[in-house]
T-cell receptor, first 117, second 111 residues
Framework: AQSVTQLGSHVSVSEGALVLLRCNYS??????LFWYVQYPNQGLQLLLKYTSAATLVKGINGFEAEFKKSETSFHLTKPSAHMSDAAEYFC???????????????FGKGTKLSVKP | NAGVTQTPKFQVLKTGQSMTLQCAQD?????MSWYRQDPGMGLRLIHYSVGAGITDQGEVPNGYNVSRSTTEDFPLRLLSAAPSQTSVYFC??????????FGSGTRLTVV
């Protein structure tokens, strides 16, 4: 069975500081991994995804994540936080070719990012 | 190309009432799903469909029905609303193995 754990339900950083949002997964097979962002009163938007190609994945808005199999981690980072990054971030895991009988996307409980001026 | 469209955006129901949450996508995605989002719980899968005429249960299916008569539409029916169903509901669609596209959500309150 697959699961994902996001460490820290709330993270606060200053504008211009490094953003680090932690995600650890468990999976019996090499998984696909995703980060989504949710702005207030909106749906989820895909930030980036790992599908067993390059271990360092670059996404939108300057975010990137590194897949580390030895640590079963997929942490999300951004070198310099901007006020517009304030949102809730969700890590998700799925088996390859997910969807329906191949398994479904399993979400973490989310990390709310606050950015202080 | 509208993506995933959910209606209504807001709804208040009385306990015991029934209603249908609508979801439509115009990307010819074969896979569609319904999630509910509750504070501190992340997103939990209610029902999903891998194509027209095929549906299956997710993690929290009780109290909900779905059908998939066309590729485009995947309505979610609440049979007899309960306060525990107060939540934000998201519909999502994708090609198998690709990232999900989410709708903007339906905020449901059951009183």
């Amino acid at each position: 069975a697959q699961s994902v754990t996001q460490l820290g339900s709330h993270v606060s950083v200053s504008e211009g500081a490094l953003v680090l949002l932690r995600c650890n997964y468990s999976s019996s097979v090499p998984p696909y991994l995703f980060w989504y962002v949710q702005y207030p009163n909106q749906g989820l938007q895909l930030l980036l995804k790992y599908t067993s190609a390059a271990t360092l994945v670059k996404g939108i808005n300057g975010f990137e994540a590194e897949f580390k199999k030895s640590e079963t981690s997929f942490h999300l980072t951004k070198p310099s936080a901007h006020m517009s990054d304030a949102a809730e971030y969700f890590c998700a895991v799925a088996p390859p070719r997910y969807g329906g009988s191949q398994g479904n996307l399993i979400f973490g409980k989310g990390t709310k990012l606050s950015v202080k001026p | 190309n509208a993506g995933v469209t959910q209606t209504p955006k807001f709804q208040v129901l009385k306990t015991g009432q029934s209603m249908t949450l609508q979801c439509a996508q115009d990307m010819n995605h074969e896979y569609m799903s319904w999630y509910r989002q509750d504070p501190g719980m992340g997103l939990r899968l209610i029902h999903y469909s891998v194509g027209a005429g095929i549906t299956d249960q997710g993690e929290v299916p009780n109290g909900y029905n779905v059908s998939r008569s066309t590729t485009e539409d995947f309505p979610l029916r609440l049979l007899s609303a309960a306060p525990s169903q107060t939540s934000v509901y998201f519909c999502a669609s994708s090609f198998t193995g690709e990232g999900y596209t989410f709708g903007s959500g339906t905020r449901l309150t059951v009183v």
